[in-house]
């Protein structure tokens, strides 16, 4: 691949990932290296403060995770759909790592697995989100104050924390 500048990337594995133009010498990678040195700690420390939300490699253990996942989160969101007066069609537990939930427009709800790895309010959190796509299906403002309301006016300080977790 061509590319023009030094780019520094930092997977979620802590790699860190440079890319030099061909025609510079990597002495002047080095030097981009080490002036760029704070950044780069910066970013690891906070790579390291990550919670990650990984699952058991055991298929045993995940079948067992995936069965009580199937019963707990189920009734928990329709716990939380009676509560606001909601109306869920279906439940359907997922095993992706591309996001915790997923409201359709059917009003069927996805839940991630991993959501049994997260502390109970988080988990809460994340329900609320897609119960609130069932009144407002987008990210709207609209949608925002109503998840606000739905979630007692913490709907920062938890969104935020949630960002604190990675899907592993
Ligand atoms: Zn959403």
């Known amino acids: 691949m061509w590319t023009r ?12 990932i440079t ?14 290296l080490r002036a760029n ?20 490699t055991d298929p045993t253990e995940l079948e067992k995770l995936r069965k009580q996942a199937k019963t707990q989160l189920t009734t928990e969101l329709h716990q939380l759909a009676t509560q606001h007066h909601l109306t869920v069609n ?5 095993n992706n790592k591309t996001n915790w939930g ?7 709800i996805n839940l991630n697995i991993r959501l049994m790895l997260l502390p109970p309010h988080l988990r809460q959190y994340i329900m609320l989100h ?5 009144k407002h299906l ?24 949630l960002r604190t977790w990675k899907i592993c």
């Open 130 to 134: 897609e119960l609130a796509h069932l």
């Open 138 to 161: 987008n990210h709207s403002p609209e949608f925002h104050t109503y998840l606000n309301t739905l979630c007692n006016g913490h709907e920062k300080a938890l969104s935020q924390e």
């Open 90 to 94: 279906k439940v359907t537990i997922k």
């Open 5 to 16: 500048h030094i780019t520094i990337k930092i997977n979620q594995e802590g790699e860190i």
């Open 37 to 56: 040195s704070d950044k780069i700690i910066r970013k690891l420390a906070k790579l390291s403060t990550c919670n990650k939300a990984t699952l058991p």
């Open 19 to 32: 890319t030099i133009p061909a025609i510079l010498p990597t002495s002047r990678a080095e030097s981009f």
């Open 102 to 108: 997923s409201c359709s427009t059917k009003g069927n």
